[in-house]
């Protein structure tokens, strides 16, 4: 069955950093973009970062430019999110999700999510 699992969340300290993965299967996802969203309690998910299949498109949401980095390494099916210089508004549970073609940054376009992970930034 088709599969997106999250880890690495945690809590950490303002100004921290962690990395979170995601580990890909029971299809192919080479062939799709990988997103990063984030959701917290009572607000709708949103976009954080995006790659494209081949790595070469990325987009980042303006609220996390300069501090995150996505990437992802297509042999291993993994995707994974690098988050330095946290902040409380950083707190969140954070989703993997892909899509088959080019990248785009709105929720709708996605077809397969992961359970998330909750990242926690105290001040």
């Known amino acids: 069955q088709v599969q997106l699992v999250e880890s690495g969340g945690g809590l950490v300290q303002a100004g921290g950093s962690l990395r979170l993965s995601c580990a890909a299967s029971?299809?192919?996802?080479?062939?799709?973009?990988m997103g990063w969203f984030r959701r917290v309690p009572g607000k709708e998910r949103a976009f954080v970062a995006v790659?494209?299949?081949?790595?070469?498109?990325?987009i980042y949401g303006d609220s996390v430019k300069g501090r995150f980095t996505i990437s992802r390494d297509n042999t291993k099916n993994m995707v994974y999110l690098q988050m330095n210089s946290l902040k409380p508004e950083d707190t969140a549970v954070y989703y993997c999700?892909?899509?088959?073609?080019?990248?785009?940054?709105?929720?709708?376009?996605?077809?397969?999510w992961g359970q998330g992970t909750q990242v926690t930034v105290s001040s």
């Open positions: 029971g299809r192919t996802f080479s062939g799709d973009a």
């Open positions: 790659i494209s299949a081949s790595g070469g498109s990325i």
């Open positions: 999700a892909a899509r088959p073609g080019v990248v785009r940054t709105s929720t709708t376009q996605y077809d397969y």
